[in-house]
């Protein structure tokens, strides 16, 4: 009945006993990372595990999503720079009829329109980080903006840049069948891209109704 005043957080020792841990997850990408289901049965902690006061677990929680989510779009940035850059050298290597394909215009509109939004991304994730830094009152609403832009960029230009190589792309030699892969989770980590546009339409609705009060 409490709701989220209801919640407490705690560090919980990994080894106590009640504490246990499922399979390593085959997951469709993002190896790196192993991925386990933790389950906790009648596990016992006293109360000075507490972090912060009684109640204020949802806060913690709220505070850590923020930055979460600017970590995640910065996973998908730096992966999509990374197959930009697999794209365009090799254009500049790979030749038909006689001559590379970077000397066709419509691989080169593709190409501008990766690095672009890639850009754009970029300084948006920037942004978002600044005004979370700055502990902005919309820090919250910028850093949903963030993940759900750059995540969402991310993987099409990861999907792009795959394209631009045909079916080399989704040969494992090549590495943009992982990258695809891996990014493409992005997209649900830290709170799914629909959630994000979830907050962000919430908060500019806000917006209208205090200017619609103001008039």
Request: hydrophobic share 40%.
């Amino acid at each position: 009945d409490s709701g989220a005043k209801g919640v407490s957080a705690f560090v919980v020792p990994a080894n106590l006993d009640g504490i246990e841990y499922g399979k390593k997850e085959d997951k469709m990408g993002w190896n790196c990372q192993p991925t386990r289901m933790i389950t906790f049965d009648n596990v016992r902690i006293p109360k000075t595990y507490r972090l912060g006061n009684e109640g204020e677990g949802f806060k913690f929680a709220m505070k850590g999503l923020d930055g979460g989510r600017i970590n995640i779009a910065t996973c998908s940035l730096g992966t999509a720079q990374a197959a930009l850059e697999v794209a365009r050298d090799y254009m500049g290597e790979r030749s038909q009829f006689g001559k590379a394909i970077a000397a066709n215009q419509a691989l080169q509109f593709k190409l501008a329109d990766m690095a672009t939004e890639l850009l754009a991304a970029r300084q948006l994730t920037r942004l978002a980080a600044s005004k979370l830094d700055q502990g902005d009152a919309e820090a919250t609403m910028y850093c949903a903006m963030a993940k759900r832009f750059a995540t969402d960029v991310g993987f099409k230009v990861c999907n792009d840049a795959l394209q631009l190589h045909g079916g080399y792309g989704y040969i494992n030699e090549y590495p943009l069948e992982r990258m695809v892969r891996d990014t493409r989770v992005h997209q649900i980590l830290e709170g799914t891209n629909e959630i994000m546009r979830v907050i962000v339409g919430r908060r500019v609705l806000d917006e209208l109704v205090c200017e619609g009060l103001e008039q």
